[in-house]
Each structure stands twice: as C-alpha cells, then as structure tokens.
C-alpha cells in the first residue's frame, strides 16, 4: 500500500508537483493550489491510499520537488 499525504492550505502553488507526478497532482484553477487527485481530505491533510506501487517513483519526485515539504509519500 502506498500512502501520500498532502498539507493543501500551505500549498505555493509552484507546479512541481504536477510536472513530476501529473497522474496524482493537478492545479487547481479556482485558488492555484495543488489538488490530490482521488484523495480523502481530513482536518485540512488531503491522503491518497493506493495499492499501486507503480506511482511512489513520480510521487517521491514530487516529495522532494516541493519547496514548502507540504507532501509525504510511504509505502506499508
């Protein structure tokens, strides 16, 4: 199981996290934010459950692109 997590109301809107993993991450165009796509917002973190291990590649890509270290990625 893959596990991401991402912390939306600190989001810069810088894009990195669309361009290294575009299947997961996509701006938002009502507040420029990113938004986890499929994910479960719960007291303002936004997490993605996935048995796809296919997407921690791009997703750590993002993990580490992002300037403000708003997103987690772990595998269980």
């Known amino acids: ?3 991401i997590t991402l912390q939306r109301d ?3 809107g810088c894009n990195y996290c ?3 993993a575009p299947a997961q991450f996509q701006m938002s165009k ?3 934010k990113t ?3 499929k994910s479960v917002e719960t007291k303002g973190f936004h997490t993605l459950k ?3 291990h296919s997407i921690v ?3 750590e890509l993002a ?3 992002c300037p403000v270290k708003i997103i987690s990625v772990k595998e269980v």
């Open 63 to 65: 993990e580490k692109a």
């Open 1 to 3: 199981m893959v596990i």
């Open 30 to 32: 009502k507040d420029g």
């Open 57 to 59: 590649e791009n997703c």
């Open 18 to 20: 669309v361009e290294m």
């Open 35 to 37: 938004v986890l796509l």
């Open 10 to 12: 600190k989001c810069i």
């Open 50 to 52: 996935s048995p796809d």
